[in-house]
């Protein structure tokens, strides 16, 4: 069974920086392919992708309103995951939520978020 556990969100100025942490179980990062993910979900909007990489490849995608601010990494010896979060801005407010998906399935699972404010 995989279980995702998040951490490292919080209260940050604008202009200010955050670094979010998944530790992932129930499957080796350095054995599968697995596409990992963060979500993050503001008050009264849809789920958003904010970025994704691969266990075994380590390509990345962002959505534009994280590229060139957001680095999304993994730790295959730790089976963590990573989010590190730059410039931030009060618009990038929201539960930020990391997700695991065997590289061949539909099937998603996900933690239960951490929440990250951006605001003075």
């Known amino acids: 069974q995989v279980q995702l556990v998040e951490s490292g969100g919080g209260l940050v100025l604008p202009g200010g920086s955050l670094r979010l942490s998944c530790a992932v179980s129930?499957?080796?990062?350095?054995?599968?392919?697995?596409?990992m993910s963060w979500y993050r979900q503001a008050p009264g909007k849809e789920r958003e992708l904010v970025a994704s990489?691969?266990?075994?490849?380590?390509?990345?995608n962002y959505a534009d309103s994280a590229k060139g601010r957001f680095t999304i990494t993994t730790d295959n010896v730790k089976n963590l995951m990573y989010l590190q979060m730059n410039s931030l801005r009060p618009d990038d407010t929201a539960v930020y939520y990391c997700?695991?998906?065997?590289?061949?399935?539909?099937?998603?699972?996900r933690g239960q978020g951490t929440q990250v404010t951006v605001s003075t």
């Open positions: 997700a695991a998906r065997w590289r061949f399935s539909p099937k998603e699972d």
């Open positions: 990489t691969t266990t075994r490849y380590g390509n990345t």
């Open positions: 129930g499957f080796d990062f350095s054995r599968e392919n697995y596409v």
